[in-house]
Every structure is written in structure tokens, then in C-alpha cells.
């Protein structure tokens, strides 16, 4: 079953990083947030990557090609014209790829044009700027229970600011980032039939809008709740949050270790 991941969007708010990297190359820990993605999906064995690139996708291109090469020990015979890469990490045993979908194509034009990619099979889908230690067996064994078109993974995210409780002047609780206490959102990680497809018109077409709100209207859209972790990366602030929580190895979303 492949994975697909939107690696094509601006960040405009992350924009001392994005000026010169699409968001999904921001780094947590010294490496980009979509290896974060990938290895939470290659622990529960699901290993074809097709990556939605548009905005600066050649530093996707790049950075898999150079990771490749820097992670592995190099053979080169440059008479014959040969480079031979011998691996010493075989836990990322991945095939990955890389398609432009176009630089100003939005999220439901990016998701139609992995239709090639993909094939005609179930597959599943989330954005490349956020993390969770969401199962992934479990998701796709909810999907599958409920032989629907699409399922999204519902989360309620951390509240943006820490939460009071008082007594009068007294604070008697203090949360610093608790859970919203009601409300569910959209936390991606999807799992799609194909004939998602038939309800994107084109690159024009924002998957949030009129694919999930048709979805939903038809019966065919199903919530996953999760009440685990959960993070986006949409401002520096919650970069700030992702890296120190990995900076004290307390990062809920390192589930292959």
C-alpha cells in the first residue's frame, strides 16, 4: 500500500525557513519533518513513498539524493562510469518518489495528480508538516471496517495557549499545553479509496473544501478519533515545540525506536 504526502505548499508563515525550503524540509532534529512522516509510517511497514512536490521541489529531489548517498558507504569506479551505494541503515528500507505536482496547484489538485502513482487501490495520504503517534494498523482497520471512501484522522490539538484555573485570584490548575476540551479537527493522516478521485475537479481544488465537504455530504467520510499526540508545524512557535520536545527525547511521535 503506498503513502502519499503533500510536500508542496508555501509556509508562508514559516517564512525565515520556507524562503528557501518547502516547509516539509524544515528540520526537527536535524533532519527534515517529512523523515519524521516517513519513518512513523515505515515502523508499521508501510514503505512506497509518492511525495507531492510543487514549491522548491528540487530540495525534496535533492535532499533524497544526497541522504542517500551520505548514509551509505560508496563504491565509485568512474572508468566504467559506476557509483554502487551499500546501506548501513537497512531500517529505512523505502522506495520513494518524488513527483512535481506543480508549483501553484492546490492540496486536491496535488492528490489527483498521484492518481498515477497510487494506482486503482486503497492508499493512504496525510500533509507533510505534521506528526503523531497515531496507529497506523488501527486506523486502517477502522477504514476498513466501515467500507467507506475516506477516513481522516480527528484529533484535538493542544490549546495555543496554557490553560487557568482559578479560585478567585488563586490559580489552583495550571496547564501549560493542555488539550482543547471540545472540537475536533481535521489531523490529516487518511486513508482513501480510489474513488476519492472522482470528487476533485482539479488543481484548482482544495481537498478541505468541496472533496471532503461532498465526502461528508454523501456519507462516505469517516473521523478516527485520536486521542494521542498530535502536532502541526504551521509557525515557528510550534517548530519551537517539535524541537524541543525531541531535544529531550520526549518526542511521542519517535515510534520507531
Sequence with gaps: MKTGILAGGLGSRLAEETVIKPKPMVEIGGRPILWHIMRHYLRYGYSEFVIAAGYKGEVIKRWMLDYATLASDVTVRPRHGEVTL??????????????????????????KRLQPWVGDETFLLTWGDGVSDVNIDTLLEFHRSHGKIATLTAVRPPARYGHLVTDGDQIVEFSEKPQIGEGWINGAFFVLEPAVFDYIAGDDTQFEKEPLEELAKDGQLMAYRHYGFWQCMDTMREKHILEELWRTENAPWKTWE
Design 86 to 111: 551499500h546501506r548501513r541503515d537497512t531500517d529505512e528500507d523505502w522506495t520513494v518518489n518524488v513527483v512535481d505536482t506543480g508549483e501553484s496547484t492546490n492540496t486536491g489538485g496535488r492528490i
